[in-house]
């Protein structure tokens, strides 16, 4: 199966301003998932997608050679992963380069494995939309989240007579660390119209996802803790 991998990197961010370029762990922080996307693939078949020269130059001095910068208009906050990847693929089409599925690395996972994705690859079937990782959800709609009806009442967001969250079905939330997508389902509809998704389970360690300071501030405690990227 011939594997496009996409890392996208937008030079603005309002969470954590300059994220992808500031150092985590000894090196800024898109290297980390740079260095791990090389081990499955070689650079012309990786695009990093970015709007930023300041990134194309960054990853440049790692011998890696942005293949466009993305216009404006999809790099706004408003601007979907869905438009983002079918633009990413169309440059590649044009190129004459042909792939059956996307491997989508965000650099916000930096705990992220190889071994992680090697089982996602593993459970892709072409029959499938889309491969991706999770985690299992703490907040279960079963037990502890409320939606508020139309008389301003919080009542059950699904209904159950669950005494003990350890009863309720688990719950999973992407933890945005892998997505192993069937290009065909892509360039039919977007991601989140998908019917056919397989999960890869990731423990909460793992499946940790920088988007806020405070994120950035508990990655760095666990890695000193754990020691998941060398220092």
């Given amino acids: 199966m011939k594997t496009l991998i996409i890392i996208p990197a937008r030079g603005g961010s309002k969470g954590i301003p300059g994220k992808n370029i500031r150092p ?12 791990l ?7 012309k078949d990786i695009c990093i997608t970015t709007d930023s020269p300041e990134i194309a130059a960054l990853v440049d001095s790692a011998g890696y050679k942005v293949p466009f910068l993305r216009p404006e208009t999809l ?18 089409q044009e190129s004459g380069s ?8 965000q650099p916000t996972s930096p705990f992220r494995l ?6 996602a690859f593993a459970l892709f079937t072409p029959s499938a939309d889309m491969v991706v990782s999770v985690k299992e959800s703490k907040a279960n709609p079963y037990f502890v989240l409320f939606e508020e009806n139309s008389e301003g009442y ?3 967001s699904k209904q159950g007579n669950f005494i003990r ?22 360039q039919q509809s977007p991601m989140h119209v998908f019917k056919k998704v397989i999960k890869f389970v990731m423990d909460e360690l793992h499946s940790v996802d920088l988007d806020t300071p405070l994120d ?9 803790k754990y020691h998941l990227l060398p220092l």
């Avoid at 985590?24 to 260095?35: C, Q, R, S």
């Avoid at 996307?37 to 650079?43: L, W």
């Avoid at 950035?216 to 000193?224: H, I, M, R, V």
Wanted: glycine share 4%; net charge negative; charged share 20%.
């Fill in 165 to 186: 969250r350890q009863d309720c079905p688990p719950v999973w939330e992407y933890n945005g660390a892998i997505y192993v997508i069937n290009i065909q389902s892509l």
């Fill in 98 to 105: 042909d792939y059956e599925s996307i491997l989508l690395l």
């Fill in 114 to 119: 190889p071994e992680h994705i090697e089982t």
């Fill in 24 to 35: 985590f762990a000894g090196k800024p922080l898109i290297l980390h998932t740079l260095e």
């Fill in 154 to 156: 919080l009542e059950k």
């Fill in 37 to 43: 996307a090389r081990q499955f693939g070689a650079d």
């Fill in 75 to 92: 790099a706004t906050d408003q601007s979907g992963m869905y438009e983002v990847l079918l633009h990413a693929l169309k440059h590649y």
């Fill in 216 to 224: 950035w501030d508990y990655a760095e405690f666990l890695n000193e």
